[in-house]
């Protein structure tokens, strides 16, 4: 995982996104500037790989996250896409390359969309 940058690099006095969020891998954008909310919540995401080895929810290998970039609506993405249904969970990932999960989103709260600062590049 690449180091996550000095938050006051990434985080404006209002509490959103300063730069750009990246998918890792390769490069596409997730998000523009301005368009999320820094938020702290301990989720649990599992490690990351392709999307179709997500979507079976049997590998509990994984990490928990505690900071996150918070939307509320799915259409303020540039690019991101869901697993099938784990649970309650849809995991986000990578609509380019699929590769994930960066976030995780409850079916019972259909406002909040997290992408894990750690799971992401900025720029």
């Keep these: 995982m690449e ?14 996104n300063r730069k750009a969020v ?3 891998r390769c490069g ?3 998000l523009q500037p301005g368009t999320a909310l820094f938020s702290r919540r301990q989720l649990f995401l599992p490690s990351m790989r392709k999307k179709p080895a997500l979507a079976d929810g049997s590998n509990p290998d ?3 996250l505690q900071e996150h970039w918070l939307v509320d609506d799915m259409f303020i993405f540039e690019n991101v896409g869901f697993t099938k249904d784990v649970g309650n969970i849809k ?3 990578c609509a380019d ?4 999960p960066i976030g995780w989103h409850c079916l019972d709260d259909k406002n909040s969309f997290y992408v894990a600062l ?5 720029e």
């Design 62 to 64: 994984g990490d928990l």
């Design 22 to 24: 990246l998918c890792q």
């Design 97 to 100: 390359c699929e590769i994930g």
């Design 91 to 93: 995991f986000l990932v």
């Design 28 to 30: 596409s954008r997730v």
């Design 3 to 16: 180091p996550v940058e000095p938050l006051n690099d990434l985080v404006s006095a209002e509490g959103r």
């Design 118 to 122: 750690e799971r992401v590049s900025h």
